[in-house]
C-alpha cells in the first residue's frame, strides 16, 4: 500500500510558478512510477506528467511541456511538479498517482492517488 499526499497549491498569477510536492509513504517508493494529473470543474481528469522509477524517463503532456517538470527525490521520498509560466488555463485539481510499473497517460493505469490540492492561477 502507498499513501500519497500533495501539497503547495493556492492562487498564483497568470506567469508566476508554483512547485507541488507529493510525499509517499508506505511500500518502497523507488518502486513506484509517478504521474500528475489534474481536473478542472466540469472537465476530466487529465494527465500532466509521468515520470519512471528511476527518474530517468520523464514525460509530459502536450499542454504543459517547457513549461512544467517533474522530478523525484528519493532521499525524501516525495515527486515534485514544478509549474512555470503559469495560465488561467492551469487552474484544476491536481493529483499525483503512482504504480508498480512504467510511466502511463492513463488514469486507469494508476493504483494509488493523493486527495488533491487546488492550484488557482489569476489572469
Known amino acids: 500500500q502507498v499513501q500519497l499526499v500533495e501539497s503547495g497549491g493556492g492562487l498564483v498569477q497568470a506567469g508566476g510558478p508554483l512547485r507541488l510536492p507529493c510525499a509517499t509513504s508506505?511500500?518502497?517508493?523507488?518502486?513506484?512510477?509517478m504521474g500528475w494529473f489534474r481536473q478542472a470543474p466540469g472537465k476530466e481528469r487529465e494527465f500532466v506528467a509521468a515520470?519512471?522509477?528511476?527518474?530517468?524517463?520523464?514525460d509530459y503532456a502536450d499542454s504543459v511541456t517547457g513549461r512544467f517538470s517533474i522530478c523525484r527525490a528519493s532521499g525524501q521520498n516525495t515527486v515534485y511538479v514544478q509549474m512555470n509560466s503559469l495560465k488561467p488555463e492551469d487552474t484544476a485539481v491536481y493529483y499525483c498517482?503512482?504504480?508498480?510499473?512504467?510511466?502511463?497517460?492513463?488514469?486507469?493505469?494508476?493504483?494509488?492517488w493523493g486527495q488533491g490540492t487546488q492550484v488557482t492561477v489569476s489572469s
Open positions: 498517482a503512482a504504480r508498480s510499473y512504467g510511466t502511463s497517460r492513463s488514469e486507469w493505469n494508476y493504483a494509488y
Open positions: 508506505g511500500r518502497t517508493f523507488s518502486s513506484y512510477a
Open positions: 515520470i519512471n522509477w528511476s527518474g530517468g524517463s520523464t
